[in-house]
């Protein structure tokens, strides 16, 4: 059983930054982030292998966001820059214990409870 704790959400501005972070207890493998907002189906944001560290974002992040991981922590990071409105989600956190990077949420075996990012223009 993994429990995933997240944090740093908040309210910014256009053109600000954030950085969210997710606490994982037990063993983990790859870890993603995924954004919902309502009415919407859980969108990829991105993810990174625990093994090696290899990567993997959204088109609609790339360049703006970096995810990362520290082992020692066990937690893993999502730096987020140039935030824009349409950012604005509930950002989760979730664990798969597949040995592939995988962008669909149906691969992911644990969540957490999620963190609210809101951006204003």
């Known amino acids: 059983q993994v429990q995933l704790v997240e944090s740093g959400g908040g309210l910014v501005q256009a053109g600000e930054s954030l950085r969210l972070s997710c606490a994982a207890s037990?063993?983990?493998?790859?870890m993603g982030w995924f954004r919902q907002t309502p009415g919407k189906e859980r969108e990829f944001v991105a993810v990174?292998?625990?093994?090696?560290?290899?990567?993997r974002y959204a088109d609609s992040v790339k360049g703006r966001f970096t995810i990362s991981r520290d082992a020692a922590k066990n937690t893993v990071y999502l730096q987020m820059n140039s935030l824009k409105p349409e950012d604005t989600a509930v950002y989760y956190c979730?664990?798969?214990?597949?040995?592939?990077?995988?962008?669909?949420?149906?691969?992911?075996?644990?969540w957490g409870r999620g963190t609210q990012v809101t951006v204003s223009s």
């Open positions: 990174i292998m625990w093994s090696g560290g290899v990567t």
């Open positions: 979730a664990v798969s214990s597949t040995g592939y990077i995988s962008t669909y949420y149906g691969n992911y075996n644990y």
């Open positions: 037990g063993r983990t493998f790859n």
